[in-house]
């Protein structure tokens, strides 16, 4: 079965997208411009397989199309670029509602009880297997991208973050010195964010990644692939750490 669903990939990977594909790539990712050929080629391959093996629904009366499916792939393939991945291998489904929706909350009372609320949201995931997605809020993303800010690229990077089941904000890296420079500079940069937010200081990364490591991580991917620059200027180690993570630097597309 492993042999077979390589092989699978292998042909996918190589097969570009239809020209209508392609348009909507160009439209909704605004760096795919900004690629090198090469890295254009890989990306519309990783997208199709991302597109053949991830289910894609619609969900509160939304009717899924190409555009949703298309661009929402081409998101989780960006973060894959360049990377041996496998895929997000604990994501099965992709989820999409129209706006914003209710998802249930357990906030724990003393040591063994419960309170069960809901709360809006505009994106989830789960180390279950699913990926939910607000469109109204991924679309007005796309249309603000030096906002830096883009739910989609948030979501997929908790699915990166999920494929070892901590998902405490270290991803999967390949040796422990990898670990050990990443603990040290996600801790540091973490604590001074937390630290600003706690004093009222103006930050480049969203007031939400204080919210734990594993967020922090989240709004981190988003800034590091949309506005590399002001990242790479105000958080210099962590520019580097994801830079070297990713396999990419985003400052050198001149965003």
């Not at 160009?26 to 890295?39: P, Q, T």
Request: aromatic share 10%.
């Amino acid at each position: 079965m492993w042999f077979l669903r390589k092989r699978r990939r292998r042909a996918l990977e190589s097969t570009p997208l239809t020209a209508s594909e392609r348009s909507i790539v160009a439209r909704n990712l605004v760096v795919y411009g900004l690629l090198a050929a090469v890295d254009r080629a890989e990306l519309e391959g990783k997208t199709r397989v991302l597109l053949a093996e991830k289910s894609f629904e619609g969900c509160g009366g939304l009717e899924l199309d190409d555009e949703h499916r298309v661009t929402i792939a081409a998101y989780g393939a960006l973060l894959l670029l360049h990377r041996d991945s496998g895929y997000y291998p604990v994501l099965d489904s992709v989820l999409v509602y129209p706006t914003a929706f209710l998802a249930p909350v357990r906030h724990p009372v003393g040591n063994v009880a419960a309170i069960e609320t809901e709360e809006e949201r505009l994106g989830e995931s789960s180390s279950a297997g699913s990926l939910v997605l607000s469109w109204e809020d991924a679309l007005a993303d796309i249309e603000d991208p030096g906002a830096g800010i883009s739910v989609v690229i948030h979501e997929f990077a908790h699915q990166l973050d999920e494929e070892d089941s901590s998902g405490e904000g270290v991803p999967t890296l390949q040796s422990r010195a990898e670990y050990k420079a990443w603990h040290e500079v996600f801790s540091r940069e973490y604590e001074a964010h937390c630290d600003d937010i706690d004093r009222g200081r103006r930050t480049l990364l969203d007031e939400y990644a204080a919210e734990s490591p594993a967020e922090f991580f989240a709004v981190a991917s988003e800034a590091f692939f949309l506005i590399p620059l002001d990242l790479r200027m105000r958080h210099p180690d962590l520019y580097r750490r994801l830079a070297d993570y990713y396999r990419q630097d985003p400052a050198e597309w001149g965003i």
